[in-house]
């Protein structure tokens, strides 16, 4: 037993040695947040944390404030930011090997790398020079560090310097997220569209029919079931799909909302935004306040910044406040290529036209380079889907217009007219832009890019070459849709906008729309808004959308249904507990379960007629709910899922479904409550591969409110990246809060500081707290 106890011992004492290596080694590369730094900036500034991180930054002008935050965000998130501009560039696989190949390959047919440096170039003087700034500040911030962020000894990397074009690369990088389908929904609409008759096409693929909240009360019509019969192609046995997952609504996401100065009590205006995005270790955004001096005046500007830019994304200047949620519209088009007979070249109105190719080589960490070879048109690349036919992208982040900074002009704006003004000169991906003033007006605006487009059908691919089909160019700014006749004003991802606004942006797979009607619900019940009534709109987990499944279920469970089945205890828990989205909640879980089980039985044949052309359910742009509502009122015998023979057996097979896929996941319906089914995955992205500290760098696996379709929009890794709510000239009273904390570094003090603030729906202040560090960059000389 000796040898045994002798090999215990020594196999701790190893453990011991290589925890404390890795100790030493984090320790290392911890930031330096107090003393004095001697740096490149012109004139001094001060970076002063509170106890959470909170930085604020005060310098001599607002190029040595953008110096401070890059060295800033280069102390605490360099490699957040690195990911975020190599996923642009497909850059992932000299990082990370070959397990990120397929990624570079998809990325690199974009070609934001060069795309990043010719906007560069177009950059004025004064633009390049603050852009400089920040990036001479990045540079000097890694290199403060005594060793290089953490991750990159995990991967056995040097983490390589920051260029100017980068922060180009992080727009372009949340181009790929918010505008991410890229042709695959146009491509799933067209296989949709060539299957069915037209009338069932039009039915299935409808704006819903009830959940609209448009700012200017436009409604669309709802379109009546065919009376013709229900297609042969949606009859197909269910076992002809491999995936029949139906995607109850994208991953898209955020609200913000707005009240006018006439509804509060200070007179200013007041602006609620939580941008919903996948949340990840470290937060997606850090908080900074900014002060600089301009022409003698005093600036400041509060909020949140993206690291890898000089901007404040969204917050306050004290006279203007702006927040973002995604527009959905439609900023893409599939374009159907006619091929000659060899396949090299594609017609055009000017005639047959050689296909062109680019060369990328792709880095692959420990393995030789790789040359990817991409085909391109005059209209964008060359792109397929499985085994479809090919196409050509035409999307406005391959254009000069899509990118710029600015963004960094509304840190200077006075009041919501200005604001939207230069609304339509900004280069990032399309937004639904709202802005609340110290006067009480609001105002909403599409900011970025809008493509004029002469198109017989956005929503399909279509031919080009006879020039019928085209982009015209680009909306004159004086024309971009506008909104601000209103004391209340709300977006959610949702149509927003009727008329001739609606057509010229399309739909981009709007969201249901029941999150903006419940949020509109909320506002509408205030007589006087103050910040904490906002905020507890963001926080409101009601399930409204599903009231009328969970009435439908109770008619499912019926004495004698409930008898037999034995359902007593599930009937009971729907009736009560079903109507929040609640951790404790097992109703909840039943309800929406039976709804997610009943919309995969009656379209299995749809997913499974889109599978075989290589095309996703998730990809179409609408929700199903509005279509199976109405097949649910008719009970039409041609419209029933094969085998079931009535409408009543195929809802009990839902129940039964349902029930035992949740008892087996969760042992039993007690087991359920949604805060099981839904808990926080706040993961790091290494975490997964080091083996027995990993999950350590993970935030903790909490029970969480909310879910789609409600204002809490929360799901295990998506969900509200931060929750802000702030009045003009009012910032003391405001709100702001982000999930884990401010640090990347798994030491530092502000790495998990916000996260139990942001778990237990806490409104943390929208203005930094007391000093507790101060660190100084002074100049060199």
Same mark, same amino acid.
Request: proline residues 5%; hydrophobic residues 40%; aromatic residues 8%.
């Given at each position: ?8 011992? &020594? ?6 040695l ?10 290392l ?9 001697k740096?490149?900036?012109d ?6 944390r ?8 005060h ?14 965000h280069?102390?605490e998130?360099f490699?957040?930011?690195d990911?975020?501009r190599? +996923?642009a ?12 190949l ?21 950059l004025?003087?004064?633009?390049q ?5 920040y990036?001479?500040?990045?540079n ?15 991967l056995? =990397? ?7 074009a980068?922060?180009?690369?992080v ?8 505008q991410s ?8 609409m ?11 096409? %039009?039915?299935l =693929?409808?704006?819903?029919d009830?959940w ?10 709802? *379109? ?7 297609? &042969?192609a ?6 002809a ?13 955020s ?5 006018a ?5 200070h007179?200013? &205006? ?15 955004w850090?908080k ?9 005046n005093?600036?400041?500007?509060t ?7 000089p901007?404040?994304?969204a917050?306050? +200047? ?8 995604n ?10 290529l ?5 396949n090299?070249?594609? #017609?055009?109105t000017?005639g047959? %036209?050689?296909?062109?190719?680019q060369?990328?080589t792709?880095?692959?960490?420990? !393995?030789p ?8 048109t %005059?209209w964008g690349?060359?792109v397929?889907f $499985? ?6 992208l ?11 900074f ?15 003004k ?7 991906p399309?937004?639904?832009l ?8 609001? $105002?909403w605006s599409?900011i970025?890019? *809008?493509p ?16 019928t089909?085209?982009?015209? @160019? ?6 971009q849709?506008?909104y601000?006749?209103a ?7 949702? /149509? ?27 506002l ?13 709109i963001?926080?409101d987990? /009601? ?11 109770l008619?499912?469970?019926?004495p004698?249904?409930?008898? %037999?089945h ?8 729907v009736?009560?507990?079903s109507?929040?989205?609640?951790t404790?909640?097992?109703g ?8 997610? !089980?009943?919309?995969e #039985?009656?379209?299995?044949?749809l997913?499974?007629?889109?599978e ?8 179409l ?8 509502w109405?097949?649910?009122? =008719?009970q039409?015998?041609d419209?029933l899922?094969a085998?079931?023979s009535?409408?009543?057996?195929l809802?009990?097979a ?7 896929e949740?008892?087996?996941?969760y ?18 992205p ?14 903790? &696996?909490?029970?969480m409110? @909310?879910d789609?379709?409600?204002?809490r929009?929360?799901?295990p ?8 709510v702030?009045a003009?000239?009012q910032?003391?009273?405001? *709100? ?6 401010q ?7 502000f ?20 000093k507790k ?9």
């Open positions: 037993m000796n040898w045994w106890k002798w090999t215990l011992s &020594a196999l701790a004492l190893l453990l011991a290589f925890a404390a290596l890795i100790y030493g080694a984090l320790r590369s911890l930031p330096v947040y107090d003393g004095e730094q740096t490149s900036i004139n001094t500034a001060r970076l002063e509170d106890a959470l991180g909170y930085l604020s930054i310098a001599a002008n607002r190029t040595d404030a953008a110096f401070a935050l890059g060295f800033a280069a102390q998130r490699f957040q930011m990911i975020l190599r +996923n560039a497909g850059e992932l696989s000299a990082l990370f090997g070959e397990r990120a397929n990624t570079d390959k998809a990325q690199r047919q974009h070609r934001f790398r060069f795309r990043a440096e010719r906007a560069l170039a177009q004025s003087a004064n633009e020079q603050r852009l400089n700034a990036t001479n500040g990045v000097e911030g890694l290199a403060s560090l005594s060793l290089p962020p953490f991750e990159y000894s995990l056995g =990397q040097t983490p390589e310097p920051w260029r100017t980068d922060s180009f690369l727009i372009y990088s949340m181009y790929l997220d918010l389908k890229l042709g695959r929904d146009d491509y799933a067209t296989v949709l569209k060539q299957a069915l008759p037209s009338d069932w096409y %039009q039915f =693929q409808q704006h819903s009830i609209q909240a448009a700012l200017d009360g436009s409604v669309v019509a709802p *379109i009546a079931m065919p009376e013709s019969e229900y297609p &042969a949606l009859r197909q046995q269910r076992n799909c491999r995936q029949c997952t139906l995607m109850d609504s994208a991953d898209i996401g609200n913000n909302f707005a009240v100065g006439n509804l509060t009590s007179g200013s &205006a007041i602006l609620a935004d939580d941008m919903h995005l996948g949340i990840r270790v470290p937060s997606t850090y900074a306040q900014l002060n600089w001096r301009e022409n003698g005093l600036h400041t500007v909020g949140l910044t993206l690291p890898g830019t901007a404040i994304v917050g306050s +200047n004290g006279k203007v406040a702006w927040g973002f949620t527009s959905t519209g439609d900023w893409h088009d599939l374009i159907a006619k091929l000659s007979d060899d090299k070249r594609y #017609l055009t000017d047959w %036209q050689p296909l062109t190719y060369y990328e792709i880095k692959i960490a420990g !393995q380079d790789q040359t990817l070879e991409l085909t391109e %005059q690349p060359v397929k $499985g085994n479809s036919p090919v196409f050509a035409r999307w406005v982040a391959h254009d000069d217009i899509a990118v710029n600015n963004l960094l002009q509304l840190e200077q704006t006075n009041t919501v007219a200005e604001a939207l230069l609304a339509p000169s900004v280069g990032v399309v937004q639904n709202l802005v609340a003033d110290h006067l009480g007006q609001i $105002g599409l970025g890019p *809008i004029v487009r002469q198109l017989t059908d956005f929503d399909t691919a279509q031919d080009w070459s006879s020039g089909e085209r982009w015209l @160019g680009y909306q004159e700014a004086d024309l849709p506008q601000t006749d004391d209340r004003l709300w977006t959610a991802n949702a /149509r927003m906008i009727g008329g001739e606004a609606y057509t010229l942006m399309g739909n981009g797979g709007y969201d249901l729309g029941a999150r903006g009607w419940q949020i509109k619900q909320g509408d019940e205030l007589q006087q808004a103050d910040e904490h009534a906002l905020h507890q963001q926080l987990n /009601r399930a409204l959308m599903l009231q009328r499944w969970q009435q439908l279920l008619q499912v469970l019926d004698a249904a409930v008898t %037999q034995q359902l007593q205890a599930y009937r009971q828990h009736v009560n507990s109507t929040h989205a609640s404790d909640a097992v909840y879980t039943l309800v929406r379960a039976f709804r997610q !089980q009943l919309l #039985l009656q379209f299995a044949s997913s499974a007629l889109l075989q052309h290589d095309a996703r359910s998730q990809d742009k609408f929700s199903l709910e509005t279509p199976m109405q097949l649910l009122q =008719q039409r015998s419209t899922p085998p079931y009535s409408w009543s057996e809802m009990l839902a129940v039964l479904q349902s029930k035992a949740l008892e087996h996941q042992g039993n319906l007690e087991h359920s409550q949604w805060g099981q089914v839904n808990p926080a995955k706040i993961n790091h290494l975490a997964s591969a080091i083996p027995l500290f990993g999950d350590w760098l993970n935030m903790p &696996a909490t029970p409110n @909310g789609r379709h409600m204002p929009v929360q799901l890794g998506f969900g509200q990246s931060e929750r802000m702030v003009p000239g910032e003391q009273q405001g *709100i702001l809060t982000i999930p884990a904390g640090s990347g570094h798994p030491l530092s003090p790495y998990r500081a916000d996260h139990q603030y942001w778990l237990n729906e806490v409104a943390l202040p929208f203005l930094p707290g007391e560090y101060q660190l100084l960059l002074t100049p060199q000389g």
